[in-house]
């Protein structure tokens, strides 16, 4: 069984300011990882994946994530935020065999003000 | 827009009651998923079809049940509605079986009064 511990609730930052969104993960498989992002009133939206290959992986919107097998961790980051980035950020684990079902963590919300 | 439609978007009811959300998944996908989302509870996954067979359960409670039909659609039946079963449900939905890659829907928003 796979679960995921985001530890920071809530993550408040001035607009242009880098930020890091924690992610940690346990599992007993190989895993794959993700980060979703919620805007309100909204579904969840893909922001980047990990399946393989690279550590460092990049998705949309200026964010990128790095997998860290040894700390079991999934960071997400970016280096200049926008107040459009105000929303609820999920990381999520999937085994990478037989049913891939979604364990989410329980969300971070980010609150950009100027 | 992920191509995944739900229905209603907002549902308000009573206690004890009997609802049904309504999911529509992308074209051409053949799995779809069901997901609550409550603040205690955080995103759960419910359960998954794939091309009509049930192939997953998750924490879904039994007064909670889901079909998929032959044309793909799927619907998730709540039943003895509690104070506790408010809130966000979403659909995702999947071209392979049992998939990571998912795409979600809206969501409907279920308020038990």
């Known amino acids: 069984a796979q679960s995921v511990t985001q530890l920071d609730s809530q993550v408040p930052v001035f607009e242009e300011a880098p930020v890091e969104l924690r992610c940690n993960y346990s599992?007993?498989?190989?895993?794959?990882l993700f980060w979703y992002v919620q805007y309100p009133n909204q579904g969840l939206q893909l922001l980047l994946k990990?399946?393989?290959?690279?550590?460092l992986v990049k998705g949309i919107n200026g964010f990128e994530a790095e997998f860290n097998k040894s700390q079991t961790s999934f960071h997400l980051r970016k280096p200049s935020v926008h107040i459009s980035d105000t929303a609820e950020y999920f990381c999520?684990?999937?085994?990478?065999?037989?049913?891939?079902?979604?364990?989410f963590g329980t969300g971070t919300r980010l609150l950009v003000s100027p | 827009d992920s191509g995944v439609t739900q229905t209603p978007k907002h549902l308000i009811t009573a206690t004890g009651q009997r609802v049904t959300l309504r999911c529509s998944p992308r074209?051409?996908?053949?799995?779809v998923y069901w997901y609550q989302q409550s603040l205690d509870q955080g995103l759960q996954f419910l359960i998954q079809?794939?091309?009509?067979?049930?192939?997953a359960k998750g924490n879904i409670l039994e007064r909670f049940s889901a079909q998929q039909f032959p044309d793909l659609h799927s619907e998730l039946n709540l039943s003895s509605l509690e104070l506790g079963d408010s809130a966000l449900y979403f659909c995702?939905?999947?071209?392979?079986?049992?998939?990571?890659?998912?795409?979600f829907g809206p969501g409907t928003r279920l308020t038990v009064t």
């Open positions: 599992s007993s498989v190989s895993v794959y």
């Open positions: 999520a684990v999937s085994s990478n065999t037989g049913f891939q079902k979604l364990v």
């Open positions: 995702a939905s999947s071209v392979r079986d049992s998939s990571y890659e998912q795409y």
């Open positions: 074209s051409g996908d053949l799995s």
């Open positions: 990990y399946l393989s290959g690279s550590t």
């Open positions: 079809y794939y091309n009509g067979e049930e192939r």
